[in-house]
């Protein structure tokens, strides 16, 4: 998709935004952006308590802030501190539940866990994007990772979604980003951590069943230039095969007409 606006008063410069989605492979060493913001950590932690005094659920978060002061950096941290408040809300309604658990059978003595660490994948001119990364533990065999990743405009403040960034509809965008799972599979197939089929099952098409109602305009971060989508572990394989992720590219481009 391209789009051309033209600079009638300064002749034929035109800037135009075109993006390309492709693969990318995961790499395992991360690049530092050239970082615009300083950013510095907020942590929280609690226990909840057991009238014994034992403890039967404990969180601990680690939460980016942001120190400058801009406006744009205001904002930023407005979105910020909204996203942990409410993280530590549900931590507060997920202690009563399992409080309740708790009166409902003495002998349980199991100590739910739940934290939170940030990581900051894109500090430049153009985005600030940050993931929130959480490790669930409610009993059996592992605990349930989740993330919450949210990215903005580094010169606005603006909060993004990849249709604001990509210029494109949901519908559009949801129907890129599963033909590049599809692409992923026919390249990888059941390596990529894929459910395999069963039987006679076709694994292709129960990609493509998994893939039908998700959304991806929210499940994403940028890093190195590229909008990274990831599918929550269950979603499209199992557990072992963690986030799914695939990747499009963000490209600008300045153009002579």
Known sequence: MKSRINMKKFGAIVLAASLSFGMLATSAQ????????????VAYSKEYKRDDGTAYFTVKGKFPQIKNDTDAAKKINQALTKE????????????????NEIKKDNNLEITYGDEIIYKVYSNDDKYFSVMLSGYLFIGGAHGNPYRSCLTFDAQTGEKLTATKIFGISKKQLNQKVKKLYLKKYDKMGEEAGFYPAIGDEDGRKLLQDNLKNMDFNSS?????????????PYALGTYAAGFISVSATIRLQIQIS
């Open 30 to 41: 991360e690049t530092n952006a050239a970082a615009n913001y300083q950013v510095k950590k």
């Open 84 to 99: 942990k408040n409410s993280l530590i809300n549900q931590w507060k309604k997920n202690a009563k539940e399992y409080k």
């Open 220 to 232: 994403f971060y940028v890093k190195n230039g590229k909008a990274v989508f990831y599918a929550e």
